[in-house]
Structures are given as C-alpha cells and as structure tokens.
C-alpha cells in the first residue's frame, strides 16, 4: 500500500476513534448534577434520564414535553433543577459530548445552564462548594433533597436540618423520604419519641385529620421560653407551682405533663351550619391522670378569671359546666357574627381531654391501630369546601379596624356619663360592669360589620378571598386526596407521602 493510502487509512481510523469517543454514552450518575449545585441549595431534584419526568403525569407533564422535544437530541440523559438560597430555581442538564462541544454559552462541565433571573445564573457560577460533598445530602442518599437550615423555620419543623425523598409511585404519588433530626436535638428524639407507643391514623371522612405522638413537658418549655415574654414566663412559673401544691400532691407539674399523651391529634369536621369546626383532643394515661387534668385546668382558669377580676379587668372568656361538658363563651364581634357556628366547649372522656369549636361535634374520631407515630389525611375537594364557607369570616378580618371605629360613635352616645353612674350602681364591682360594657361594644362592633358586609368594598375582598381558594382548586383539582404518615427512628423521622389523583 502507498504512502498516501497509508495515512488515509490513518485519517479514518482517528476520525472514527473521534467519533467513537464522541458518542459513547455517559456513565449512569446515582446524584444527577450534584456536583454542580451549590452546597447552600434549598432544594435539589435530579432524574437519570428524562424519561423520568415525562413519566410523572400531572396537568402540566405536556408542557413539560413539549419545551424537552426540541431539545431532545442534544440532551444525554441527567437533569437536575435546584432552587438556590434566594430561591430562585436553576435547571441543569447533562448534554451529549458532541453538543457540548459545538454549544455556545452558558455549558458548564457539559452540562446547559438556565435560571429564572440573571441573579441567580450569577451566583450559580459563583457558587462554593458542591451538594455532592455536604454532609446531609450524603447521609440521605436522595435524588430529592431538601435543605432545611437556610429556611429558617419555625415550629417543630426547625428541629430537622434535611429531608430526603425517592419517588416510588406515580399512580398514586408515593414518595418515602426521612427527615434528619439537628444534631442538639437527636438524644431529645430517641428518649421521648422514638420509643414512645405507635399507633394509627385517625378513622373517618372529615376533611382534615391528623394524630401526632407528643412530648407535653417539652410544649410547656417552649411556651415558656419561646411564646410568653419574661414576666408572664415568671407568672405561668408560679402557677405551674401553686398547681403542684394543691392539685398534683406536690409532684412536679412537669412530671405530670409527661403523663399526657403521648398521642394527640385534630381534625377539620364539617357541621350543619355549612362552616367547619375544629376538633382536639390529648390522650390521657389512666383515671388518675385524666381527674389531675381536670382540676388542674379548672383551677388554671379559675387563676386566671380571678387575678383579671382583682385588677378590674373583665375575664378573656368564660366557662360554664353543662353536664359533663363545660362551654366556652367568648365575647367578641367575631364570636358573634358566627352564631351557633361558633360554641366552643371542651370535655373529659374516660381516656381524653377533647375540645371543639362546634359543641354538638365534641367527639374526637377513634385512632387505628398501626406502627407509626404520625398521621396526616387530607381529603383536597371537602377541605376546599370548608374553607370557601370560612370565607366571609376571612373578609370580616379586614375590615375589623374600620368596625371598631364606627363602632365608637354609638358607644360613646349611648354610654354618657349619666348612663356609666348608673351602670356603676347596678355593677359595683369594677370586673363585672367591664365584662357588661364589653358585651356592648362586641354587639356595636357586630352591627357595624353587618352594615359593612352590604358595601362593595366587603364585597370585593370576599370576591377577593373566594378568587385565591378558586385559584389553589383549579391547581389542586387534579388530587383527590392525600395523606402522610411517619415513624420516628434512631436515624430519623421516615414517612411516607402519597397523593391520590381524581378518578
């Protein structure tokens, strides 16, 4: 063969190794893009092959596919979308090694870079560290990962630094995910929760129910330190002291609080007024503790009635037994637009302490037996029924300022200075002509809601409301149902999700 014939030869062989080089398929990649996304990300989803999200069919999978089919040739499989500390969401996806080469900008790694805002394209490329390396998102393994720490949160919901998901199902959506417990607070997890009784979901229909394994004296700390300033922290102390002496036989009231529970729960029940009421109830452990309860609660707001009467001051609201339910009266213009709706009323069955918003619903639903700690089950249509019908309570909120103003007028001609010296002889004790004057301006502020409800502003603010729960129904409509359950473990909480579309 001639020397031409020779390097010809050569030329196509290379040419081919090139190509081979070129199209061979990239190795599968178990963290999709990780390497990519910054270590301060709030949330990261990664699929192996694109595929994989056309797979999951919601109301928006054809929009999806058709802004992926032009792309489709030049896509090697991995994608990646991450939402970054400013969430604003960046998508990655892995190129094939041709169509990196001959691609323009924004190729990083042979991987497309897009993001919702020149901002966040910016910080993506200037970035430190990598999701892959953070120890969280090691520990999970998840191709879902949620970063908890730069959110902030409050609740029991900052107690979790990281949540791992894995999709399982998309007829139903499964998810099955744990959420990592903060380091300070794994020892409180596996003493107090992850050896406490298991149980079920709540049984029913209602709209909303959810039951929860608790640790009361841990409540009780964070209500101390967390919701009450320092001089009601010292007064709740106190109390906690003198209910110790007198009702708990001089045990400790957080000792007491430890009997409680550990199960709890609420539901969102529907009643014939057409608004829902709420339902709560707290587990109690035997005769004994269930006797404490109640008079430890009867006397706290006996406390409470009597140092506001020795200041003069009428009570926040008041309680009166009816057998062996005692019912909460409170006296407010908002208590008072919503009628009967609105009786709250709270009793001790033989094992619980249940309250309800809605006297004739005081019965909290029966817990199933199970392996689980926590239960959520939400059914999306009912439930969004029952918020349209608290959508005239949601205008009133609006408007409250404005009913107090007018409201003043009337009160003011109605109670002059005769009226108040007469009034002062009919209610001698400071306490109980406050309680009075206060039913009174409840009503004028009642009458002046009423007045408002029939303008066109009260009415463009329920339109308003009633437009925001239609937009989360039509985006929502596509569910019939969800529900989430969890278990505490020594390595963190594990749950389940599932959502259930409408057939």
Not at 28 to 35: G, N, S, V, W
Not at 223 to 231: A, D, K, S, V
Not at 239 to 255: C, N, P, Q, T, Y
Request: hydrophobic share 45%; glycine share 8%; aromatic share 8%.
């Amino acid at each position: 063969m001639k020397r031409r014939g020779w390097i010809l030869l050569g030329a196509v062989l290379l040419a081919l190794g090139g190509a081979a080089w070129l199209l061979r398929p990239r190795p599968p990649e178990a963290f999709p893009l990780a390497e990519l996304v910054p270590a301060d990300a709030v949330f990261y989803a990664g699929f192996r092959d694109v595929r994989e999200i056309e797979a999951i069919r919601t109301p928006w999978s054809d929009e999806v596919r058709k802004r992926l089919d032009p792309a489709r040739p030049h896509l090697a499989g991995p994608i990646a979308i991450y939402l970054d500390r400013s969430l604003q969401w960046v998508a990655l996806a892995r190129l094939t090694r041709t169509s990196a080469l001959i691609a323009g900008a924004e190729i990083e790694n042979g991987a497309a870079v897009a993001a919702e805002t020149p901002e966040a394209l910016a910080r993506h490329k200037a970035r430190e560290g990598s999701l892959d390396r953070l120890p969280e998102f090691v520990t999970l393994g998840s191709r879902i990962f949620v970063n908890l720490e730069p959110l902030k949160l409050r609740g029991r919901l900052r107690d979790f630094s990281a949540i791992g998901l894995e999709l399982r199902s998309t007829d139903p959506f499964v998810f099955r995910g744990r959420a990592l417990y903060r380091g300070g607070l794994f020892r409180t997890y596996l003493e107090k929760y992850v050896h406490a009784p298991r149980h079920g979901g709540p049984e029913g229909s209602a709209p909303l129910q959810a039951s929860f394994t608790e640790h009361f004296p841990r409540v009780w700390e964070e209500i101390l330190h967390e919701l009450l300033n320092p001089l009601d922290c010292e007064k709740a102390e106190r109390e906690a002291m003198a209910l110790s002496r007198d009702v708990l036989d001089g045990k400790s009231f957080r000792e007491f609080l430890g009997r409680l529970g550990p199960g709890c729960g609420a539901a969102v029940v529907p009643t014939p007024s057409g608004r829902p009421a709420l339902v709560a109830w707290i587990d109690l452990a035997d005769k004994t503790t269930r006797d404490q309860a109640q008079a430890a609660l009867h006397r706290s707001i006996q406390d409470a009635i009597r140092v506001r009467r020795e200041r003069g001051l009428a009570p926040v609201f008041d309680v009166a037994a009816d057998g062996t339910v005692s019912r909460v009266k409170i006296v407010s213009a908002a208590a008072l637009r919503q009628g009967e709706s609105f009786s709250p009323a709270y009793t001790f069955e033989k094992d619980r302490f249940v309250f309800s918003t809605y006297a004739p619903a005081l019965s909290a639903p029966a817990v199933a037996a199970g392996e689980i700690h926590g239960a959520v089950r939400v059914e999306i249509g009912p439930l969004l029924d029952a918020l349209r019908s608290l959508a005239p309570h949601a205008a009133d909120d609006e408007f409250r300022k404005e009913a107090e103003l007018r409201a003043t007028a009337p009160y003011l001609r109605t109670f002059t200075a005769d009226m108040m010296t007469a009034l002062k002889k009919q209610f001698p004790h400071p306490a109980d002509l406050a309680a009075y004057l206060d039913g009174q301006k409840a009503q004028f502020e009642k009458a002046a809601l009423e007045e408002i409800s029939k303008g066109a502003a009260w009415q463009a603010e329920l339109a308003r409301t009633k437009a925001s729960i239609d937009l989360w129904a039509e985006r929502l409509g596509w569910l019939g149902r969800a529900s989430w359950s969890g278990r505490f473990t020594s390595d963190g909480l594990d749950f389940e999700l599932r959502a259930g579309p409408n057939r």
